[in-house]
Protein backbone atom coordinates (compact mmCIF):
# COMPACT_ATOMS: atom_id res chain seq x y z
CA UNK A 1 0.00 0.00 0.00
CA UNK A 2 1.41 3.58 -0.76
CA UNK A 3 1.21 6.89 0.87
CA UNK A 4 2.04 9.63 -1.58
CA UNK A 5 -0.10 8.55 -4.48
CA UNK A 6 -4.20 7.81 -4.81
CA UNK A 7 -4.66 4.45 -6.12
CA UNK A 8 -7.74 2.81 -7.81
CA UNK A 9 -8.35 -0.34 -5.67
CA UNK A 10 -10.71 -2.80 -5.77
CA UNK A 11 -13.77 -1.64 -3.98
CA UNK A 12 -14.14 -4.98 -1.92
CA UNK A 13 -10.76 -5.09 -0.27
CA UNK A 14 -11.85 -1.00 1.46
CA UNK A 15 -14.33 -0.38 4.32
CA UNK A 16 -15.57 2.35 4.55
CA UNK A 17 -16.56 2.31 8.63
CA UNK A 18 -16.77 5.66 8.65
CA UNK A 19 -18.12 6.57 12.03
CA UNK A 20 -15.85 3.63 13.69
CA UNK A 21 -12.56 5.22 12.28
CA UNK A 22 -13.50 8.95 12.38
CA UNK A 23 -13.53 8.59 15.95
CA UNK A 24 -10.44 6.62 16.50
CA UNK A 25 -8.75 8.89 14.54
CA UNK A 26 -10.25 11.61 16.98
CA UNK A 27 -8.80 9.89 19.71
CA UNK A 28 -5.73 9.64 18.13
CA UNK A 29 -5.68 13.66 17.30
CA UNK A 30 -6.55 14.60 20.79
CA UNK A 31 -3.27 12.67 21.52
CA UNK A 32 -1.31 14.78 18.96
CA UNK A 33 -2.19 17.52 20.18
CA UNK A 34 -1.05 17.12 23.55
CA UNK A 35 2.27 15.85 22.23
CA UNK A 36 2.40 19.04 20.46
CA UNK A 37 1.70 21.28 23.38
CA UNK A 38 4.96 19.52 24.73
CA UNK A 39 6.69 21.26 22.22
CA UNK A 40 5.19 24.58 22.56
CA UNK A 41 3.67 23.53 19.31
CA UNK A 42 -0.22 24.05 19.04
CA UNK A 43 -2.09 21.99 16.33
CA UNK A 44 -5.08 23.44 14.99
CA UNK A 45 -6.38 21.52 11.97
CA UNK A 46 -5.18 24.68 10.02
CA UNK A 47 -2.84 24.41 6.77
CA UNK A 48 -0.08 26.60 8.58
CA UNK A 49 -0.43 23.92 11.64
CA UNK A 50 1.42 21.16 8.99
CA UNK A 51 4.49 22.85 9.29
CA UNK A 52 4.51 22.85 13.03
CA UNK A 53 3.67 19.16 12.74
CA UNK A 54 7.25 18.72 9.95
CA UNK A 55 9.13 20.49 13.09
CA UNK A 56 7.54 18.12 15.87
CA UNK A 57 8.45 14.94 13.18
CA UNK A 58 12.00 16.46 12.60
CA UNK A 59 12.67 16.11 16.61
CA UNK A 60 11.58 12.46 16.49
CA UNK A 61 12.68 11.96 13.64
CA UNK A 62 16.42 12.73 15.03
CA UNK A 63 15.43 10.87 18.21
CA UNK A 64 14.94 7.49 16.66
CA UNK A 65 18.54 7.33 15.72
CA UNK A 66 19.63 7.69 19.89
CA UNK A 67 16.53 5.88 21.49
CA UNK A 68 16.18 2.89 19.32
CA UNK A 69 12.11 2.65 19.70
CA UNK A 70 11.22 -0.73 18.42
CA UNK A 71 8.96 -0.93 15.25
CA UNK A 72 5.73 -0.87 17.19
CA UNK A 73 6.78 2.28 18.74
CA UNK A 74 7.33 4.12 15.45
CA UNK A 75 4.05 2.68 14.41
CA UNK A 76 2.32 4.04 17.27
CA UNK A 77 3.73 7.43 16.73
CA UNK A 78 2.89 7.52 12.98
CA UNK A 79 -0.84 6.60 13.23
CA UNK A 80 -1.09 9.51 16.37
CA UNK A 81 0.32 11.85 13.94
CA UNK A 82 -0.86 10.21 10.45
CA UNK A 83 -4.73 10.74 12.15
CA UNK A 84 -3.56 14.57 13.07
CA UNK A 85 -2.84 14.78 9.39
CA UNK A 86 -5.34 12.50 7.76
CA UNK A 87 -8.01 14.88 10.04
CA UNK A 88 -6.35 18.27 8.85
CA UNK A 89 -6.36 17.15 5.41
CA UNK A 90 -10.49 16.10 5.77
CA UNK A 91 -10.89 19.95 7.34
CA UNK A 92 -9.28 21.44 4.48
CA UNK A 93 -10.36 20.37 1.08
CA UNK A 94 -10.79 16.28 1.15
CA UNK A 95 -14.36 15.83 3.22
CA UNK A 96 -15.61 18.14 0.03
CA UNK A 97 -13.85 15.26 -2.31
CA UNK A 98 -15.57 12.69 -0.44
CA UNK A 99 -12.60 11.67 1.39
CA UNK A 100 -14.04 9.86 4.96
CA UNK A 101 -11.97 7.68 7.11
CA UNK A 102 -12.08 3.66 6.65
CA UNK A 103 -9.44 0.87 6.11
CA UNK A 104 -7.83 -1.61 4.28
CA UNK A 105 -9.70 -5.19 4.71
CA UNK A 106 -6.73 -7.05 5.90
CA UNK A 107 -5.17 -4.21 7.86
CA UNK A 108 -6.62 -2.21 11.15
CA UNK A 109 -4.17 1.41 9.69
CA UNK A 110 -7.10 3.93 9.40
CA UNK A 111 -6.70 5.48 5.75
CA UNK A 112 -8.50 8.52 3.79
CA UNK A 113 -10.81 6.53 1.45
CA UNK A 114 -13.90 7.87 -1.33
CA UNK A 115 -16.47 5.83 -2.74
CA UNK A 116 -14.54 5.26 -6.39
CA UNK A 117 -11.52 3.27 -4.47
CA UNK A 118 -8.86 6.12 -3.94
CA UNK A 119 -7.57 6.23 -0.95
CA UNK A 120 -4.18 8.13 0.78
CA UNK A 121 -2.63 6.73 3.81
CA UNK A 122 -1.32 9.55 6.02
CA UNK A 123 -0.19 7.21 8.69
CA UNK A 124 2.29 5.45 6.22
CA UNK A 125 3.65 8.80 5.30
CA UNK A 126 4.04 10.10 8.76
CA UNK A 127 5.99 6.52 9.21
CA UNK A 128 8.33 7.24 6.39
CA UNK A 129 8.87 10.89 7.58
CA UNK A 130 10.06 9.60 11.19
CA UNK A 131 12.16 6.43 9.38
CA UNK A 132 13.27 8.60 6.34
CA UNK A 133 13.84 12.46 7.90
CA UNK A 134 13.09 15.72 6.25
CA UNK A 135 13.48 14.04 2.34
CA UNK A 136 9.48 12.79 3.23
CA UNK A 137 8.39 16.05 4.11
CA UNK A 138 4.47 16.06 5.40
CA UNK A 139 4.31 19.80 4.02
CA UNK A 140 5.22 18.62 0.34
CA UNK A 141 2.81 15.52 0.79
CA UNK A 142 -0.07 18.29 2.67
CA UNK A 143 0.15 20.44 -0.37
CA UNK A 144 -0.04 17.51 -3.43
CA UNK A 145 -2.79 16.11 -1.68
CA UNK A 146 -4.94 19.36 -0.99
CA UNK A 147 -4.00 20.84 -4.45
CA UNK A 148 -3.78 18.07 -6.97
CA UNK A 149 -6.49 15.66 -5.69
Given at each position: MGFFNVFKYRKQNIKNTNSEWT????KMCATAVEYANEFNKKLDYSENSIADLEKILDWYS???AISKPTENQIWSMAI??????????????????GF?????????????????????????????????GSEDSVVSFYRFATKEI
Open positions: VYAQNDIIFGSYLGETLLRNGLSQKVWGKEASSNVPLLIKDDGSYLTPNDKIYKRLVN
